[in-house]
C-alpha cells in the first residue's frame, strides 16, 4: 500500500511543522514546555490507542478528554496566546498593511514639543535620584491601563512631570501615560514581566515597563531611584543606561522617523 505524497501535502507538514515549533519556542521561554511536552505526549497515546491500536473503551474515554482540552488548553494558555496573536498583528507587514486604514492627523502623533520637556524632566529626575515610569502610548491603545490610575489630561510640561513624581506627591507611585501630544493620566498600574533573565538589581519599576512593552507598543521610560539612571523598554527589549542624549535620539527615532 502506497501513501501519494502531493507537493500539498508537503506544504501543509511543513506549515504544520513551523506551527508546532513555533509553539515549543514560545511555551520554553513562557516556561510552560513541560505543559508542552505532557499535551504532546497525551495526543500521541491518544493517536496510538484510538486509531492505530482501535481500543473502543479507552478511545472513547480519551476522545472525549480530548474535545474538553481544547478548553482547558485556552485556559491554561491564555497569557501565551495573548502573545501570540499580538505578535501576529504587530508583525512589520501587518503593521504597515493596517496603516493604510488608520487616518492619523498630524496633531495626533507627538512631535519634537513632546520629546523634549520629557527628555529634560528624565534628565533631573536622574540627577535627583527620583524614582519615574513613563509610558508613551503609540498604536494600541492603553484604555486599560490609563482606567487604573487618575486623569490628568494636560499639556506635556517638564515641570509637572517632575512634580507629578516628586517623592511626596500623591501620584508619584505608579507609572505615567503621555497619550498623543498630551498627558494622560498618572498613577497607573501596569503589568510586570516575570521573565527570569532580568538583572537582579532591577525591580518592579523596571519589569512593569518591560510588561508594558512585551504587551503593546508603547515605550516605557525609567528613571531608577536607587541608581539615578535611565533606561527604556521597547517591545520587551531593554535600553539601560542611557544618556540624556541617547534617550532623545531613541524616542526621537521610535516617534518621528519610524512613526
Ligand atoms: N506594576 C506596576 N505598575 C506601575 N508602577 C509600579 C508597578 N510596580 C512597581 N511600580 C513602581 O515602582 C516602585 C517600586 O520600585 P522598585 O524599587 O521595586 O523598582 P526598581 O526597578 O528597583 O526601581 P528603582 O531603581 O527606582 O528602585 C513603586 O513604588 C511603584 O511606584
Redesign the pocket.
Known amino acids: 500500500m502506497f501513501i501519494e505524497i502531493s507537493p500539498k501535502d508537503i506544504v501543509d507538514i511543513i506549515l504544520v511543522a513551523s506551527l508546532l515549533y513555533y509553539i515549543f519556542r514560545l511555551m520554553r521561554e513562557s516556561r510552560s514546555l513541560n505543559i508542552f511536552i505532557g499535551i504532546m505526549v497525551f495526543i500521541l497515546v491518544w493517536l496510538f490507542v484510538s486509531q492505530i491500536l482501535e481500543m473502543r473503551l479507552l478511545g472513547s474515554i480519551l476522545d472525549k478528554l480530548v474535545s474538553v482540552g481544547v478548553l482547558a488548553i485556552i485556559v491554561l494558555f491564555q497569557e501565551e496566546i495573548r502573545k501570540f496573536l499580538y505578535s501576529l498583528g504587530a508583525h512589520q507587514r501587518f503593521g504597515a498593511f493596517m496603516k493604510l486604514f488608520v487616518n492619523k492627523h498630524a496633531s495626533d502623533t507627538p512631535d519634537m514639543s513632546t520629546i523634549m520637556p520629557i527628555v529634560m524632566a528624565c534628565m533631573n529626575m536622574a540627577r535627583q535620584k527620583v ?1 519615574a ?1 513613563i509610558v508613551i502610548e503609540r498604536g494600541v491603545s492603553l484604555d486599560d491601563i490609563v482606567a487604573t490610575g487618575d486623569t490628568i489630561d494636560s499639556n506635556i510640561n517638564q515641570r509637572l512631570i517632575e512634580n507629578i513624581f516628586f517623592k511626596n506627591s500623591p501620584l ?4 505615567m501615560v503621555i497619550r498623543k501630544r498630551r498627558i494622560c493620566a498618572a498613577g ?5 514581566a516575570h521573565d527570569q533573565n532580568i538583572p537582579k ?8 515597563a518591560l ?1 508594558i512593552s512585551q504587551d503593546s507598543d508603547a515605550i516605557a521610560i ?6 539615578g ?1 535611565i533606561s527604556v523598554a521597547i517591545k520587551g527589549e531593554f535600553r539601560l543606561r542611557l544618556s540624556a542624549e541617547k534617550l532623545e535620539a531613541i524616542l526621537t527615532e521610535e516617534l518621528l522617523v519610524r512613526k
Not at 172 to 175: K, T
Not at 188 to 192: D, E, Q, W
Open positions: 524614582g515610569l508619584h507611585d505608579g507609572a497607573c498600574i501596569l503589568p510586570v538589581e532591577l525591580g518592579l519599576r523596571h519589569r512593569a510588561g525609567v528613571c531608577s531611584e536607587e541608581s539612571r
